[in-house]
Each structure stands twice: as structure tokens, then as C-alpha cells.
């Protein structure tokens, strides 16, 4: 079963940006879709985006078009979540999701701590 890591996240001012990286332990066939839930305390997980690794299609939640970028390294196995215009609002746990259809949640990283002060 493909296994996920996380890497990036981190503390940042309100305006700043951060980039998150999702590394898969194998190669993903076209179908495949990488992308990040997030959950802050208190609150129920949600959706951010996600990207399908053949076409390159994007997906993003209403909250964060506009300033958030995912993108894919199909030669690295790799999703990036390029976030910018961050708002404290998007402070959370980051967790990188796989899987083979809509939604993907069969497969999750080990999440991501982002932080963002105002």
C-alpha cells in the first residue's frame, strides 16, 4: 500500500507563506489523486485541495482559491501545497491524503503543523 510523508509547515505572520511537500513511497499511476484535509482544534476536518497525478486536474476548497497552489513532481512522487496570503484562520494540522478515486482518503501522512500569527 502506498505509504505518504509530510514535510514543511511551520510558523508564519499573517501575509507570509509556506510550502508543504507530500512524498509517496512509490510510483502513482495517472488516476491517482494526492492532496491535503486539514483540521484545527476544535473543529472537524475539511478539505483543501487536491490534484489528480495524470492530468494534472486541481480541486480547491472555496476558503483557500486564490492563495493556495497544489502542484505535482510525477518524477519525485511528489505534491506540493504552495501557500500564500496566509491567514491565522489557516492555522491547523495539514494532513497529505492518496487515493484512487473521489474523495482521496484511503491513504494519510502524518500531518503537518501550520501556524499563522496575525
Known amino acids: 500500500q502506498v505509504q505518504l510523508e509530510e514535510s514543511g509547515g511551520g510558523l508564519v505572520q499573517a501575509g507570509g507563506s509556506l510550502r508543504l511537500s507530500c512524498t509517496a513511497s512509490?510510483?502513482?499511476?495517472?488516476?491517482?489523486?494526492l492532496g491535503w484535509y486539514r483540521q484545527a482544534p476544535g473543529k472537524e476536518r475539511e478539505f483543501v485541495a487536491a490534484i489528480r497525478q495524470g492530468a494534472g486536474t486541481t480541486t480547491y476548497a472555496d476558503s483557500v482559491k486564490g492563495r493556495f497552489t497544489i502542484t505535482r513532481d510525477r518524477t519525485k512522487n511528489t505534491a506540493y501545497l504552495q501557500m500564500n496570503n496566509l491567514k491565522p484562520e489557516d492555522t491547523a494540522v495539514y494532513y497529505c491524503?492518496?487515493?484512487?478515486?473521489?474523495?482521496?482518503?484511503?491513504?494519510w501522512g502524518q500531518g503537518a503543523q501550520v501556524t499563522v500569527s496575525s
Open positions: 512509490e510510483r502513482l499511476y495517472s488516476s491517482y489523486i
Open positions: 491524503t492518496g487515493g484512487s478515486s473521489w474523495p482521496p482518503r484511503t491513504t
